[in-house]
C-alpha cells in the first residue's frame, strides 16, 4: 500500500480518506433527510430555524457579527463552521503538496491537467446557458467536485476499486478545492476595508514568524487564527479564506526527528521492570517517566499531521452534515400554487456537473496522455477513468457554498441553483457507479487485493 511520509513518520495515503468516505454516505442520508423535512409540513419551520440570531457577547461586543449585524443560524454555518471546514482542506492541500501526490510535477501533472478540464469546461458550458442573465453570476458553481461524497460512492465498490484510481480521484479533487478557494478569494469579496485588511496582514505577519521560530504549539496557531479570521470576516474577504492562509502557516515537519524519539524511548524503557504481573503499580517515577513518553509522542507528530487527523471526525460528521441539512433543503414549492421548475440555471448547473466535469477530466486527461505529457497509473484503463470522470460531477459542499455566495440575496435563483447541484451530482452519482459496476474487476482479478491477501 501506497504510504507517505511527514518528518519521519509513515502512514498511508488512504487513511486520511477513510473519515471521508464514511461522511460521504452520512452525506447523502442527510440530503435525503433534508428535502424531506423542507417539503413537510415542517417546511416553514425549517426555513424559519436558519434564521435565528446567534450570539457570543462578551460585554457588548458580539464576536459573531458581520458589521455590526449579528450572524443568522445559516451566516454561522456557512462563515464559521465553514472556515472550519476550509482550514481542514488547507491542511490536507498542503501536505498534499509537501509529501503527497502532489508533490513533484511528475506525480502531479495528470491530477492537475485533469482537474484543469474538470473546471473550464463546466465553466464554458454554464456561460453557454446563462450568459446575459442575471445567473451569470454563478459561473463558479459547476466547477467543484466533493471528495467525501464522490469516494463514499467509490467505497460501495469496497476492493474492487485499485488504489490508483482512488489517488487519482483524490488528486485531482484536491485540486478542485485549489481553483473553487482561488475563484472564491478573488470574485466574492465586496466593500474592501483597507484598515481590516492591514490588521489581517499584520495578524498573518505573526504566524509567519511563529513558523519561522519553529514555534510547533497548535493552540498558537489556533488562537492567532481566529483573530485573523475576525480580520477577514470584517475586511470583506470572505472569512473561509482565512482557515486556508492558517493552515498553510501550520507547521509540517515534527519538534522531534524519529531518532531523537526513539532514543528516548530506549531510555524510558529501562526504568520499567520486566514482568508480567498485571497488578504491578507504577512508583511515582515510573508515572512521570509514561508522562515523558506521552509528550515525546506528541512532539514526534507535527502540527499539521494532528490537526488533521483530529479535524477529520468533527469536519466530517458534524460540519458538513449540518451544512446539508441547512443547505440541501430545497423546498420545491414557495408558496401561492407556485413551484421551482426546471429553469434554465438549474439546467446550467446540472448539465456543467453532469456534462462538463466529464468531458473536461476525460478529455484533458486523454490529451495529457496522448501528448506523453504523463502515463495512467497501473491499475487505471480508459474505461474505468470513464467513471472516475462521471463521479467528478458529483460537486455538492463547494458547489452549494458558491451558490450562496451568487444568490444569497436571490431566493428564487438559490433554490433554483440548489436544484441544480442537487440534480447534478445524483445523476453523476448514478452514472458513475453504473459504469464502474460494469468496468471493474472482481475482487479476486484486482492485483492491489492480491498483493495485499498475499502479504
Not at 493552515?247 to 520499567?272: R, S, W
Request: aromatic residues 12%; glycine residues 8%; proline residues 3%.
Amino acid at each position: 500500500m501506497k504510504t507517505l511520509k511527514i518528518g519521519k513518520i509513515n502512514f498511508s495515503f488512504l487513511e486520511a480518506s477513510k473519515h471521508r468516505i464514511n461522511g460521504g454516505i452520512l452525506l447523502m442520508g442527510i440530503v435525503l433527510l433534508a428535502l424531506i423535512v423542507a417539503n413537510s409540513p415542517f417546511s416553514q419551520a425549517y426555513t424559519e430555524f436558519w434564521t435565528q440570531k446567534v450570539y457570543l457577547q462578551v460585554g457588548e461586543f458580539n464576536v459573531f457579527n458581520h458589521h455590526g449585524h449579528p450572524m443568522t443560524l445559516m451566516t454561522f454555518i456557512n462563515d464559521v463552521l465553514m472556515t472550519v471546514f476550509f482550514f481542514s482542506v488547507g491542511l490536507e492541500i498542503k501536505r498534499e503538496v509537501m509529501v503527497g501526490e502532489l508533490c513533484s510535477l511528475r506525480k502531479a501533472l495528470l491530477p492537475i491537467i485533469a482537474a484543469c478540464g474538470g473546471m473550464i469546461v463546466p465553466v464554458i458550458i454554464y456561460y453557454y446557458f446563462t450568459a446575459g442573465t442575471p445567473a451569470e453570476s454563478g459561473l463558479a458553481i459547476p466547477m467543484a467536485t466533493d471528495i467525501a461524497f464522490s469516494l463514499g460512492v467509490l467505497s460501495l465498490f469496497g476492493k474492487r476499486v485499485p488504489i490508483s484510481l482512488k489517488i487519482f480521484l483524490t488528486a485531482f479533487a484536491v485540486v478542485d478545492d485549489i481553483g473553487g478557494i482561488l475563484v472564491i478569494a478573488l470574485f466574492y469579496s465586496t466593500h474592501l476595508d483597507v484598515h481590516c485588511l492591514l490588521y489581517a496582514l499584520g495578524v498573518l505577519f505573526i504566524l509567519l514568524a511563529g513558523n519561522r521560530m519553529n514555534i510547533y504549539n497548535r493552540w498558537f496557531y489556533i488562537s492567532v487564527g481566529l483573530v485573523l479570521w475576525y480580520c477577514f470576516l470584517q475586511s470583506g474577504v470572505h472569512a473561509t479564506i482565512a482557515g486556508v492562509i492558517v493552515a498553510f502557516t501550520v507547521p509540517a515537519a515534527p519538534h522531534y526527528e524519529t531518532g531523537k524519539y526513539i532514543h528516548k524511548i530506549k531510555e524510558c524503557i529501562d526504568y520499567f521492570p520486566v514482568t508480567s504481573d498485571k497488578g504491578l503499580i507504577l512508583n511515582k517515577e515510573q508515572t512521570n517517566v509514561l508522562k515523558r513518553i506521552e509528550t515525546a509522542s506528541d512532539h514526534v507528530i507535527s502540527p499539521l499531521q494532528s490537526l488533521e487527523d483530529e479535524l477529520h471526525e468533527v469536519v466530517n460528521y458534524i460540519i458538513l452534515p449540518l451544512f446539508a441539512f441547512a443547505n440541501a433543503g430545497v423546498v420545491l414549492n414557495l408558496g401561492e400554487g407556485q413551484s421551482i421548475d426546471f429553469s434554465t440555471l438549474t439546467i446550467a448547473i446540472a448539465a456543467g456537473l453532469v456534462v462538463g466535469k466529464f468531458v473536461g477530466i476525460y478529455l484533458f486527461t486523454w490529451l495529457a496522455i496522448k501528448l506523453r505529457l504523463s502515463t495512467l497509473s497501473e491499475g487505471m484503463t480508459w474505461t474505468n477513468l470513464t467513471g472516475i470522470s462521471l463521479l467528478g460531477g458529483i460537486g455538492f459542499t463547494v458547489s452549494l457554498f458558491i451558490a450562496n455566495l451568487s444568490f444569497g440575496t436571490d431566493l428564487a435563483l438559490l433554490e433554483q441553483a440548489k436544484l441544480g447541484v442537487l440534480l447534478g451530482t445524483l445523476v453523476a452519482g448514478v452514472l458513475g457507479y453504473i459504469v464502474l459496476q460494469l468496468t471493474l474487476p472482481k475482487i479476486s482479478e484486482n492485483p492491489d487485493y492480491a498483493d495485499e491477501k498475499q502479504a
